[in-house]
């Protein structure tokens, strides 16, 4: 026998041998970091469970109505066709008789001027408009355009003191100063429908033809017995967090009136959008300052005389 042959079986024997070790401590590491791995997933998946369960006791009240919340900003605003009204005749009227317009407000000119005044004392936003004001006979009759002012699904700011209504009379006065409840109507109307005739200056003229208009402002009734006309339904509502919270919750928007305080000197309406764990949003007609924070209920409860929610007909 070959001396080479002889030498090479243990050689190879030794080969398997280590081979056959080398595979049984990988087996074992393998099996090994498996455990380790089985180990930490189980671990995480406890300290998960823990946490869930901690959290929601902490929490679990306030996660489903804000779910709910949420469910209805997103889908059951739009679950109704929302009838539109007409605003063609009003359209046409205040845009060819403009000139009655202007001659009703300089009849009131030395009220009004003091009224501006005062406005532009307590509400510096309100300066160019009452700057503007001996030119507004540029603004009176002209088409309004709201397609740059909204966005669908978004509760829309329009100011009362905007130059293309603010000047336009309302009553004895004109929009730019007596106008919050039309512009807070604007604002729901044109929301719920995403009708964009229905400005401001459109929902003023509304108010008066349809006696909605009384010399302390807009009347109450509006909110109730006006409401058809458009399309829209208002129930008078208490005047608590969860009533306010239930009414935000279900799609409503709450239009206030307000006594004096941080909104107004006098009297005025507000609109309330939405809420989160801070207090209440607002869309002030007044002032964009206000409408850019939210206000706790503590804070905004002793300033509301009154409050309706607002929806579509049949919501």
């Known amino acids: ?38 180990f930490f997933r189980i671990s995480v998946a406890v300290l998960l469970l823990l946490t869930a369960v901690s959290f929601w006791q902490d929490y679990g009240g306030e996660i489903l109505p804000t779910v709910n919340h949420l469910y209805y900003q997103l889908t059951a605003r739009y679950d109704l066709p929302v009838s539109k009204y007409d605003f063609a005749a009003l359209q046409e009227e205040n845009e060819t008789t403009f000139a009655e317009s202007l001659s009703s407000v300089d009849a009131d000119a030395e009220n009004i001027i003091e009224a501006l005044s005062e406005l532009v004392k307590n509400n510096a936003e309100a300066a160019d408009f009452v700057a503007d004001y001996p030119n507004r006979q540029n603004y009176l009759g002209q088409s309004i355009d709201l397609t740059h002012d909204v966005i669908i699904g978004q509760v829309p700011l329009f100011l009362q003191w905007d130059k293309r209504w603010g ?6 006065s004109i929009i730019g100063l007596s106008g919050c409840g039309p512009t807070c109507l604007s604002m729901a109307y044109v929301y719920f429908t995403r009708d964009l005739n229905g400005t401001p200056r459109e929902m003023a003229s509304y108010c008066e033809k349809n006696g909605y208009y009384t010399e302390s402002g807009t009347s109450w009734s509006l909110w109730t017995d006006g409401l058809s006309a458009l399309g829209l339904s208002g129930e008078e509502l208490s005047l608590s967090e969860n009533s306010m919270k239930k009414a935000l919750d279900q799609g409503k928007l709450i239009v206030c009136s307000m006594r004096p305080g941080d909104f107004t000197t006098s009297g005025h309406y507000i609109l309330l959008f939405d809420y ?12 964009v300052s206000n409408s850019s924070h939210t206000w706790d209920y503590v804070t905004l409860s002793p300033q509301i005389k009154n409050l309706w929610a607002i929806s579509p007909t049949g919501f």
Do not use: W
């Open 1 to 38: 026998m070959n001396t080479n042959a002889a030498h090479q079986i243990p050689v190879h024997r030794q080969r398997r041998r280590i081979s056959r070790q080398e595979m049984l401590r990988r087996k074992r590491a393998i099996r090994r970091r498996k455990r380790i791995a089985r």
């Open 276 to 287: 989160d764990d801070t207090g209440f949003c607002v869309k002030d007609p007044n002032r």
């Open 167 to 172: 000047y336009v009379s309302f009553g004895d």
